[in-house]
């Protein structure tokens, strides 16, 4: 392991595969950046990371605390370098998905449904 760096993104850009086991994350940092940096991921399908991730479309999920699965993917990885690519250049795409604009977008939206619902004065947005 190594240990703390102020070097995230030099060590990141060293791995060939990102493992986020976790058993619970809110919204996963270490993750999107990861997977931003084209690391493929295999990561345990908590609460966060599943909100971020898509299953064997940008990263392979395995159930929480699932050792033997977690190493069957991992093995999954090395062994298919096409796999490892294809989750790879999916992989950099999560920024789009995850753009400002786009966060903005959505929360209009709810808003808008809100207040829709509440009856409010519908404001030109």
Not at 21 to 39: D, H, I, T, V
Request: charged content about 25%; some cysteine.
């Amino acid at each position: 392991m190594l240990g703390a760096t102020t070097h995230l993104q030099e060590e990141l850009l060293r791995a060939d595969i990102f493992v986020f086991p976790s058993r619970y994350e809110g919204f996963p940092n270490a993750l999107c950046e990861a997977m931003a940096l084209g690391l493929p991921v295999v990561a345990s399908d908590c609460s966060g990371n599943t909100t971020v991730v898509q299953d064997d479309v940008d990263s392979l999920l395995f159930p929480v605390g699932n050792v033997p699965i977690l190493v069957q993917k991992l093995m999954f990885l090395i062994e298919n370098f096409d796999e490892w690519q294809r989750l790879s250049q999916n992989a950099r795409c999560l920024p789009e998905r995850f753009s400002e604009a786009l966060n903005y977008q959505l929360w209009r939206e709810v808003i808008e449904r809100v207040a829709d619902r509440r009856g409010y004065y519908q404001r030109d947005w």
